[in-house]
Each structure stands twice: as C-alpha cells, then as structure tokens.
C-alpha cells in the first residue's frame, strides 16, 4: 500500500537525494515534495531545471552552491522563518555527502526551523550496496588533490580495521590508485564501482597491485564517476593478534590472569573475553609444561 501523497509543510526545509545517473532513481516522496514546495535551492539551477523538466515541475529555483552556501542558507532560513516551505537538492545523490547542504542545515536547525530528510540515491550507499563487504566501512570521500596531503591522509588511514570508501574523478583516478597501492599494500582487495545506474556502469574488483594496469588496460576504466571501496585491511588483524598475544605473555609473567588479560584488552585494543580465555590456556600450558632451569620455580 502506498502511503498518501504528502504536500510540503510550511515553514520546513526538505532535504532532497536526487538520481545519481539514471533519472528513474527518484523516489515518489521527492516528487511530491518537489511539486509542491514553494521553493527549490539548487547547487546547480540549470542542471536541477533538467531534472524537473523530465517530470513536469514547474518550480521557483535559486541557486545555493558551496562558494555562497553561507549568504544562501541565512536567505532561505529567512524565506523558512516567513513560513516558506524550501527543498535543497545538490546536483547528483544525497545533499550534504560531498556536496554543499550541511551549511544550510545547520543554519535552519540553529534556527528553530524543521528539517526533514527525503532518501535517495547516493553513490557511496550504492557502491557499498554491490561489494560484499559485510565490515564496518568508513567513509573518506574525496581525498586532497594534493599529493603530499594524499599520501598523509591515505598513512592515518592504512591500519584502521574499516573497509575504506572513496570518491574520486576521472582525471585523478589513476594517481589515487598508485598511491593506495603504495600506502596500503598491494593484497588489499579494490572495488571500482563506476558510472553507477548509467549506461555504461562497471564493477570490478582485483588486489591493489593489479589496480593500475585495469586502469591502463581500456581508456574506458578511466572515464566517468567511481567510488572506489577498499577491504579492510586482513592483514592487520593478524598482526594485532600477535602483538595482542606478545602483551598478554609479558604481563602473565608478572600478573594474574584477570588483571593480565584486562590490561592487555586495554593496551591493545584486543577483546578482553579473548584475551581472558588465552592467558587461561597459556597458564595452564605453563603450568604443565613445569619449572625449567632458566626459569626455576
Ligand atoms: N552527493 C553525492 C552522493 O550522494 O553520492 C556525491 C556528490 S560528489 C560531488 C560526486 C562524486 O560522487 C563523483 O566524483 C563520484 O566519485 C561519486 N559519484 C556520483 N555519482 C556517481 C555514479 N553514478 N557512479 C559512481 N560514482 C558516482
């Protein structure tokens, strides 16, 4: 059963996600809110006139993009105030995910003024969608064009325990990709998630060390939109198993048990019931394994 169509409220700013490639991708909750607000904000009003036009809407639109997203949202909170109902769409996906919106959202919210999100598409929630992954992710987005802060950014990101999540564009796809090889390791396995929902949409997946020449492989690869989603980092956990045990050894040679295995948690991060069970087997396997000359009882 469908809900009823539900008429924009006035004085309430609507957080809209428009398609991401194929216009089909709008939701039925954003037409009926795109109809009939009494204004749209746009990053971009040409490219929102599109995307109306398609459906028929006919619709009051102002421009609100990131060079003059703060002088934009303290006009639309005014318009808000004066009991205006206001939708903000950015040009592709969800307002406020690389994209400006949060600006105007936290304007409006300081303001007393109701926000209300209408979902959609987002390429990041798209790409994570088809890849598998059932981790944690973390979502990074664009990194800086910049080498040097790329590479900073990309080394406080290597050992963290997420699958990782990018946006990049086309001109910069492959020098990303040198770089993610580099800095994190060649095993770690990427997914190019690319020209999601259009014509030409591709996924593939291959380790880092064969990311490169994929790239080099077609001209194809690297045209268009990617979200590029990396495995978290396998590796690592094994590393911190070791170094979880290497802690809990040491400090059974000084502490009981319980006291070891709580510090240990707290110094490496590792689960305490894991530890707790460990250093129970470790000293029983001490235990029976007896008193040696090196170490007499
Ligand atoms: N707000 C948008 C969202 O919710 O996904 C993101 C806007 S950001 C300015 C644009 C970037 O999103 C692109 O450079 C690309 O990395 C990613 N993107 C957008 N559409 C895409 C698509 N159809 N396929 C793959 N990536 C896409």
Known sequence: MFDTPQSARPGTLYIVAT???????????????????DLIAAEDTRNTQGLLSAYGIQARLTPM???????????LVMTLQEGKSVAYVSDAGTPGISDPG?????AARAAGVVVVPIPGASAVATALSVSGLESSWLFVGFLPAKT?????????????????????????????????????????????????TKRFEQLHACPLAEALAWLEADENHQRGEFVLVLDPPAAREENDD????????????????????????????????????????????GESDGPTEDHPA
């Open 102 to 106: 949060a600006r105007l959202v936290a």
């Open 148 to 196: 040097s802060g790329r590479r900073r950014a990309l080394e406080n990101l290597r050992d963290l325990p997420y699958a990782l999540v990018f946006y990049e564009a086309p001109h910069r796809v492959k020098e990303t990709v040198v770089d993610l090889c580099a800095l994190l390791g060649g095993d770690r396995r990427i997914l190019f998630a690319r020209e999601l």
């Open 19 to 37: 398609p991401i490639g194929n216009l089909r991708d709008l939701t039925l909750h954003a037409l009926d809110v795109l109809r009939s607000v």
């Open 242 to 285: 070791a170094e979880a045990h290497h802690v809990l050894a040491l400090l059974l040679e000084e502490l009981p048990v319980k006291q070891a295995a709580h510090l240990a948690a707290r110094l490496t991060g590792a689960r305490k019931n894991a530890l707790y069970q460990l250093a129970l087997e470790m000293k029983q396997q």
């Open 65 to 75: 993009h990131e060079h003059n997203e703060q002088a934009a949202a303290a006009r």
